[in-house]
């Protein structure tokens, strides 16, 4: 009996090591869960466009130059956000956007300035051609809210415009521009199409005003 049990136990043994690493050859095996990515890509209306030889003249001589963008915390990172209670947020790792939101909306906001004509020149900060105003922004919401009925996307962003004098800059303006807009469906395609017609939404905003606040030639 002795004997038996002697070769019993080391077999048994045995079993159990080859049992565990044929779990672990299983669990390597497993597919990783796949990550998307998306930009916002939020541009100004082709309606809007001009034709390609009928460029307008700018409505100002003066030079603009953009600020990159700042971000809360909150909308930092690269993850799409979710509100999902009052006090309750989620980020989606498996659902990104390509960068960072403040690069991408800074990118996005210079190209449609450009388009804008309302400024003879935008640039961005390692330009040193000389500014005439500066405007800088500050992201403080860009998520979608499933706790809203109906989930909703949100954007919301504050500009400071700066006329940049010799000597001193004067604040021309600061406003908050907030838009909502409502989802077809509980996706992350859907809540990316929906932030970009919100951010669009933001930037029409800001053009209509940026149109009003600088004179002309």
Same mark, same amino acid.
């Given at each position: 009996? &002795?004997?038996?049990?002697?070769?019993?136990?080391? &077999?048994?043994?045995?079993?159990?090591?080859?049992?565990?690493?044929?779990? #672990?050859?299983?669990?390597?095996?497993?597919?990783?869960?796949?990550?998307?990515?998306?930009?916002?890509?939020?541009?100004?209306?082709?309606?809007?466009?001009?034709?390609?030889?009928?460029?307008?003249?700018?409505?100002?001589?003066?030079?603009?130059?953009?600020?990159?963008?700042?971000? #809360?915390? &909150?909308?930092?990172?690269?993850?799409?956000?979710?509100?999902?209670?009052?006090?309750?947020?989620?980020?989606?790792?498996?659902?990104?956007?390509?960068?960072?939101? *403040?690069?991408?909306?800074?990118?996005?906001?210079? *190209?449609?300035?450009?388009?804008?004509?309302?400024? #003879?020149?935008?640039?961005?900060? *390692?330009?040193?051609?000389?500014?005439?105003?500066?405007?800088?922004?500050?992201?403080?919401?860009?998520?979608?809210?499933?706790?809203?009925?109906?989930?909703?996307?949100? #954007?919301?962003?504050?500009?400071?415009?700066?006329?940049?004098?010799?000597?001193?800059?004067?604040?021309?303006?600061?406003?908050?521009?907030?838009?909502?807009?409502?989802?077809?469906?509980?996706?992350?395609?859907?809540?990316?199409?929906?932030?970009?017609?919100?951010?669009?939404?933001?930037?029409?905003?800001?053009?209509?005003?940026?149109?009003?606040?600088?004179?002309?030639?």
């Amino acid at each position: 009996m &002795r004997s038996f049990a002697r070769l019993t136990m080391p &077999r048994a043994a045995l079993c159990l090591v080859l049992a565990l690493a044929c779990a #672990a050859c299983m669990k390597l095996e497993r597919q990783p869960l796949d990550k998307h990515y998306y930009a916002l890509e939020a541009a100004r209306p082709a309606a809007q466009q001009p034709a390609a030889t009928a460029t307008p003249p700018a409505q100002s001589l003066q030079t603009l130059l953009v600020r990159r963008l700042e971000a #809360a915390p &909150r909308v930092s990172g690269r993850e799409l956000v979710y509100r999902t209670a009052p006090s309750a947020w989620t980020a989606d790792y498996y659902n990104m956007f390509f960068v960072s939101p *403040a690069d991408m909306l800074t990118q996005d906001l210079r *190209a449609w300035l450009t388009s804008a004509h309302i400024f #003879a020149n935008v640039v961005d900060p *390692a330009s040193l051609a000389p500014s005439g105003y500066i405007l800088e922004g500050n992201v403080s919401a860009l998520h979608g809210d499933f706790a809203a009925k109906p989930a909703q996307a949100v #954007a919301e962003i504050q500009f400071i415009l700066l006329k940049n004098t010799p000597g001193e800059r004067q604040i021309v303006f600061t406003r908050d521009y907030r838009r909502r807009v409502p989802l077809a469906a509980n996706n992350p395609q859907e809540l990316v199409r929906a932030l970009r017609e919100a951010v669009s939404g933001v930037y029409a905003g800001l053009e209509a005003d940026l149109r009003a606040a600088v004179p002309g030639k």
